[in-house]
C-alpha cells in the first residue's frame, strides 16, 4: 500500500492516531513536557515545532504553524489556570461548608430543648455549599492533569483552619503557621511544575485508555491488593488506619480517572461534539459513583474508630498518591518529563503533606458545652434526676448529689 502523501488528509489522520498511540506531549518523543525540559526548551528557543494536538471530533487534527505556538502555549497554561482555580476555590468553598455545619452543631448545643440538625437552616446551607465546592473540583477535572488537581485537597485543610480562627475564634498556634506555610509553598511548586499537558478527553481516547496494557496490568494488581486487603478487615477484624485507609485510597484512585473521563467528555461534548451518547460515558459514570459510595462507607469506620485529626493527614496523603499514580498510569500524564521537573513536583507533594501534618497535628478535641443530660420520664421507673457527664472520669457521669457510685441490685454501693 502506498503511503500517504505529504501534506494531503491521510498524513494528518495518520500523524494524528500516532500522536493518540503515543501520547506525545509538545510534539515529539519523549522531548518532556515540563518546563524544565532541556531538549524541549532548546527546540523552541531555535525551531519552535509544528503541534499536533489529538483531537477525535470532526476535525482530525488541528496543527499550528510556527507563528501560532506561543498563542497556543498560553492557551493550553490559562486552560490549566483555570481548572487550578475551579479546585481552589472549590476547596475553599468546602471548608467555609465545614464550619459553618460546626458552628450549626454549636449553636444547637446552647439551646435548652436541642432540635435535629437537619431542621437547621444553617445546616443545610452548608450541605448546598459543600455541593457546589464538589462541583467546581469535578469541573476542574476537566480542564487539567488529574496530577494537578488531586494534590490542591490540602486547600481545604488549610483553608479550614485559616476560617476556623477568624470565624469560631480558635486558637492560632504556632505549628499552624508553619503548616499553612508549607502547604502553600507546596502548591506553588505543584502548579508550576505539574505535568502541562493537555488531552481532548472524547470517548474514544478514554476507551483506548482503557483497554490499554498499563492500565490492565494496574488494574489487576489493584483489585489484587483490595481483595487482599478486605480479606484481612472483614475475616481476621484487623481495623488499623493503614488497611482502612488505603481501601479508600484504592477506590479514589478509580475515583478520579472516572470523575476526569466523566468531566472530560461532558466538556467536550459543550465544546465540540456530543460524547454522552457513547457506552463508555456511562461505565464511567457507573464507577465513579460506585467508588464514591464504598470510600465514603470505609472513611466512615476510620473516623469512627480513630480520631479526625489522626484521619485527615493520612488520608489526604494516600489518596493524593492513589491519584498521582492514577493519573500516571491511565492518562500517562507524566510521559516524556525531564526527571528535575519530576523532583521538585514530588518534592511540592512531600511540602504539602507536611503541611496538613503539622495543622491537624494534636488538635485537641472540641467538646461542645453540655449541659444535664435529661432522660425523661420512663413509664415504671423512678428517675433521681438529671445526670451530669464527666468527661474526665472513667465513668459515664455522676449522680446529682456527687457521688460517683451506683447500687447494685442487692442495695451494696459500688464504686464505678
Known amino acids: 500500500m502506498a503511503a500517504p502523501a505529504p501534506g494531503g488528509p491521510g498524513a494528518a489522520a495518520s500523524a494524528a492516531l500516532d500522536e493518540l498511540s503515543r501520547n506525545l506531549t509538545y510534539g515529539a518523543l519523549g522531548a518532556g513536557n515540563g518546563s524544565l525540559s532541556g531538549a524541549w526548551y532548546r527546540r523552541n528557543q531555535a525551531h519552535p515545532p509544528a503541534y499536533i494536538l489529538p483531537f477525535t471530533s470532526r476535525k482530525e487534527s488541528l496543527t499550528f504553524s510556527n507563528t501560532e505556538n506561543t498563542s497556543a502555549l498560553v492557551c493550553l497554561n490559562e486552560i490549566h489556570l483555570f481548572g487550578v482555580l475551579l479546585a481552589i476555590l472549590g476547596n475553599l468553598v468546602i471548608s467555609i461548608s465545614l464550619n459553618i455545619q460546626k458552628y450549626s452543631h454549636l449553636q444547637l448545643a446552647h439551646q435548652e430543648h436541642p432540635r435535629p440538625y437537619f431542621k437547621s437552616v444553617l445546616w443545610w446551607g452548608s450541605i448546598v455549599l459543600m455541593a457546589v465546592g464538589e462541583t467546581g473540583n469535578f469541573a476542574a477535572y476537566g480542564f487539567a492533569p488529574i496530577t494537578l488537581i488531586a494534590p490542591l485537597g490540602c486547600m481545604s485543610v488549610t483553608g479550614s483552619a485559616i476560617i476556623s480562627v477568624m470565624f469560631l475564634k480558635e486558637n492560632l498556634r504556632a505549628s499552624d503557621l508553619l503548616g499553612m506555610t508549607l502547604a502553600f509553598a507546596g502548591t506553588y511548586l505543584l502548579v508550576n511544575f505539574a505535568p502541562n499537558i493537555t488531552q481532548d478527553i472524547s470517548a474514544r481516547t478514554v476507551q483506548y485508555y482503557f483497554v490499554g496494557w498499563q492500565f490492565m496490568t494496574y488494574g489487576i494488581l489493584e483489585i489484587l491488593i483490595f481483595c ?73 469506620q476510620a473516623t469512627k474508630l480513630y480520631s479526625t485529626a489522626t484521619v485527615v493527614p493520612v488520608n489526604h496523603t494516600f489518596f493524593t498518591i492513589s491519584a498521582i499514580i492514577a493519573g500516571t498510569i491511565f492518562y500517562q500524564e507524566f510521559l516524556g518529563a525531564a526527571f528535575l521537573t519530576i523532583f521538585i513536583y514530588l518534592f511540592g507533594c512531600f511540602l504539602s503533606f507536611l503541611g496538613v501534618v503539622l495543622v491537624t497535628r494534636n488538635r485537641e478535641k472540641e467538646h461542645l458545652p453540655q449541659s444535664y443530660i435529661d432522660f425523661g420520664h420512663v413509664p415504671g421507673k423512678q428517675m433521681l434526676d438529671k445526670i451530669q457527664p464527666d468527661s474526665n472520669g472513667l465513668s459515664y457521669g455522676t449522680l446529682p448529689d456527687g457521688s460517683d457510685s451506683t447500687k447494685s441490685p442487692s442495695g451494696e454501693k459500688k464504686e464505678v
Not at 466523566?262 to 460515558?281: A, E
Open 228 to 300: 487482599i486487603l478486605l480479606y484481612f478487615h472483614k475475616r481476621k477484624g484487623i481495623k488499623h488506619i493503614a488497611i482502612l485507609l488505603t481501601l479508600v485510597a484504592l477506590l479514589a484512585s478509580l475515583t478520579v480517572i472516572s470523575v476526569k473521563a466523566v468531566s472530560g467528555m461532558i466538556t467536550f461534548s459543550v465544546t465540540d461534539k456530543m460524547q454522552l451518547t457513547y457506552p463508555i460515558f456511562y461505565i464511567m459514570f457507573i464507577i465513579m459513583i460506585a467508588s464514591c459510595v464504598f470510600q465514603v462507607k470505609l472513611l466512615n
